[in-house]
C-alpha cells in the first residue's frame, strides 16, 4: 500500500470537513431537505443550499469539526456555531436578519434561504435600498450588537422583495455579563461606528452618484481603528492571495466551492 503524500494530506487539511462533504441529506424539525450545492468550503466552515420536497429552501453552514495537523479543533467549532448561532436567536425578531431554524449536529445550523443576491455591480439596486440598509443595521445595533463584518459586500444580500437582509454572524460582538462596562461599552460603540462607515463605503462603490457631499466627506475620514486594520491587513493580503493561488495551482489546497 503506497501512502499518501503530503501535500494531499494539506488539501484536506485545509477544510473544514476534512473529506467528508456536507450531508447529502438533513432531518430538521420535522422537515427532511436534501443538498442542491455546496456553495463554500474553506478552513473555517462549508456553507451549502437544501431543500425540501415543497421547494422551499435553507442554507447549512458547518463549522470544522476535524483535525489540523494532529490539533484537535472540534470544539473551536462547537463554540463558533454556538457563538453565531446566539447572535441569530438574539436577533430574531429583526426582518433584516434570516431566521434560525435549527441546530444540526454539534458545530452546524441552518437558517432560512433569502431570495435574492449579495451587493454586486453586476445587478442595478432597487430604489430606498440604501436608507432600508442604514435602518436594518441601526435595528441592529439597537439590540446592543455590532455586526463588524460589514466590509464584506458579500455578507450583505439585496433581497427580491428590494429589502437588505444581514447574514453570518461570526466575527459578530457584544456587551455580554462580562463586557458589560465603561470599557466594554466604549468598544461597542467604536465597532458600531465602524458598521456605518463601511455601509457609506459600499455605497460609495456601488451607488457615489447617490451620496450626499456630507456622506462622502464622512467615508472619507477613515477612523484610527480603520487604518490600524489597512497597516495590519495590508501585507497579509499581499502574501495570502499569491501564496493560495500557487496551493491551489499545484493541488496542495482544493477551491472553496468543491465538494
Request: proline share 6%.
Amino acid at each position: 500500500m503506497t501512502r499518501e503524500s503530503p501535500p494531499g494530506r494539506l488539501a484536506y487539511w485545509m477544510r473544514a470537513l476534512g473529506r467528508d462533504d456536507l450531508p447529502a441529506r438533513l432531518e430538521v424539525s420535522g422537515r427532511t431537505l436534501d443538498r442542491l450545492a455546496t456553495a463554500k468550503h474553506d478552513f473555517w466552515a462549508a456553507t451549502g443550499f437544501y431543500a425540501d420536497d415543497a421547494g422551499r429552501r435553507a442554507v447549512l453552514k458547518v463549522y470544522r469539526t476535524t483535525r489540523f495537523a494532529g490539533t484537535p479543533l472540534r470544539w473551536l467549532g462547537r463554540w463558533q456555531c454556538g457563538r453565531e448561532v446566539a447572535f441569530y436567536q438574539h436577533l430574531a425578531d429583526l426582518s433584516c436578519v434570516p431566521a434560525l431554524l435549527g441546530r444540526v449536529g454539534d458545530t452546524g445550523y441552518l437558517r432560512a434561504f433569502v431570495a435574492g443576491h449579495p451587493l454586486s455591480h453586476e445587478r442595478p439596486l432597487p430604489d430606498g435600498f440604501w436608507p432600508r440598509l442604514d435602518i436594518a443595521m441601526q435595528e441592529v445595533h439597537r439590540r446592543g450588537v455590532a455586526y463588524v463584518d460589514s466590509n464584506k459586500p458579500e455578507n450583505v444580500l439585496v433581497g427580491d422583495d428590494g429589502h437588505p437582509y444581514l447574514i453570518d454572524f461570526q466575527i459578530a460582538w457584544r456587551c455580554g455579563p462580562r463586557a458589560d462596562h465603561a470599557l466594554g461599552r466604549w468598544w461597542l460603540a467604536r465597532l458600531q461606528r465602524e458598521d456605518l462607515y463601511h455601509v457609506l463605503k459600499h455605497k460609495r462603490r456601488f451607488a457615489r452618484e447617490s451620496m450626499t457631499p456630507t456622506e462622502l466627506e464622512r467615508v472619507r475620514r477613515r477612523s484610527l481603528l480603520i487604518r490600524a486594520h489597512r497597516v495590519i491587513n495590508r501585507p497579509y493580503r499581499m502574501v495570502r492571495r499569491p501564496l493560495l493561488r500557487w496551493l491551489r495551482r499545484t493541488g496542495r489546497v482544493l477551491s472553496s466551492g468543491s465538494n
